[in-house]
Structures are given as C-alpha cells and as structure tokens.
C-alpha cells in the first residue's frame, strides 16, 4: 500500500502565494507521474499539472506562468508553487502519483491524496 500526505493548503489574499508538497511513502518502486488536480465547489475535478519522472511537464492553460510543478525523487514528494494566486483558484487540491511497485516495478497503480483546500479571497 502507498499513502499520500498532502499539505501547504489554507487562506490567502488574491495575488498571494502558497506552496504545496505531497509525500508518498509505503511499498514504492518508483513514482512515473506525479500530478496535481483540483475540484472546486460544484464543479469536475480537472487537471492544473503534471510531472514526469524525467521531469518533463505539463499545465493547465489557467495556471500556466503562475504555478510551477517540481518533485524530488529521492523524498517520493511532489510540490506545487502557485503564485500569483486568483479567487478562482479557490478549490481543494489532490495529488495523484502512478506508482510502480513488486519486483522491477511491473505493476502500476494510481493513488490519490486526502486533498488539501485552498481559498483565495478577493
């Protein structure tokens, strides 16, 4: 099994900053992606960023050149840095990491954080 703490979550004013890390640990072989969505209140959750574990990475248009998505290998932690920070922003942020795992990592699996909400105010 894999657990995902996330954390960093809270309150902040429009044009603020926060940061987010989200820690796997358990019976881990190697993390491929690591990503990070949101689900605001009545709405989908979408995607805001992902992260390969060659570090290439991808954004949602409404978060590109104010959130920025980084991992360290060797913690299996994923962060996300959002600047910049807009009311619509507000929502709860879950982390999603594919994880390999048994011998040679020849199984996968998707596991989720808890979530962790974000509030912007106006």
């Known amino acids: 099994q894999v657990q995902l703490v996330e954390s960093g979550g809270g309150l902040v004013q429009a044009g603020g900053s926060l940061r987010l890390s989200c820690a796997a640990s358990g019976s881990i072989f190697s993390i491929n992606v690591m990503g990070w969505y949101r689900q605001a209140p009545g709405k989908q959750r979408e995607l805001v960023t992902i992260i390969t574990n060659s570090g290439s990475t991808n954004y949602a248009d409404s978060v590109k050149g104010r959130f920025t998505i980084s991992r360290d290998n060797a913690k299996n932690t994923v962060y996300l840095q959002m600047n910049s920070l807009k009311p619509e922003d507000t929502a709860v942020y879950f982390c999603?990491?594919?994880?390999?795992?048994?011998?040679?990592?020849?199984?996968?699996?998707?596991?989720w954080g808890q979530g962790t909400q974000v509030t912007v105010s106006s």
């Open positions: 999603n990491c594919n994880v390999a795992y048994g011998g040679g990592g020849r199984f996968t699996r998707d596991y």
